[in-house]
């Protein structure tokens, strides 16, 4: 490989790491703010979900991606006919849709409005880590 891809995978790492922190962190957020009683609480909450998707989650996400596809095209004849791949890709496109559910919740909580119960939050809280788990295991062990 040559050093400009290397180059690519390594930003792409970077913000992979950056993404999955926030993945990790906004939905804890999430379950505090649920269980929060009273104003201030609820205000300081909505303040840091917002800055926490805005600041580090939405960015990381777009370059994380922009960054992981470039090394894709980079490297597809290497790669495109390997299951751990697919797999890895379809585990990314879960992530996505994670994200784009947690923008979901921000809103309702910004509005005042909680879509679920504390449990449900605490329940969806573990999937990044699944997807996490799914993903290294693929790029690292290639099973398929």
Not at 27 to 39: E, V
Request: net charge positive.
């Amino acid at each position: 490989m040559s050093t400009g891809y290397l180059w690519i995978k390594a930003f792409h790492v970077i913000f992979v790491i950056t993404w999955m922190a926030a993945l990790f962190y906004l939905p804890r957020l999430f379950i505090y703010h649920s269980g929060a009683t009273d104003q201030i609480s609820t205000e300081r909450f909505k303040i840091m979900e917002r800055k926490l998707y805005v600041i580090i989650m939405r960015p990381s996400m777009i370059l994380a991606t922009a960054f992981g596809l470039w090394a894709l095209a980079l490297a597809w004849d290497a790669f495109a006919s390997s299951g751990w791949l697919w797999i890895k890709l379809l585990a990314v496109v879960g992530l996505l849709g994670y994200h784009h559910y947690c923008a979901r919740m921000l809103k309702a909580f910004a509005a005042d409005t909680s879509l679920h119960s504390e449990r449900f939050y605490r329940i969806f809280n573990e999937v990044p880590a699944i997807a996490l788990i799914i993903i290294v295991i693929m790029v690292v062990v290639k099973p398929f």
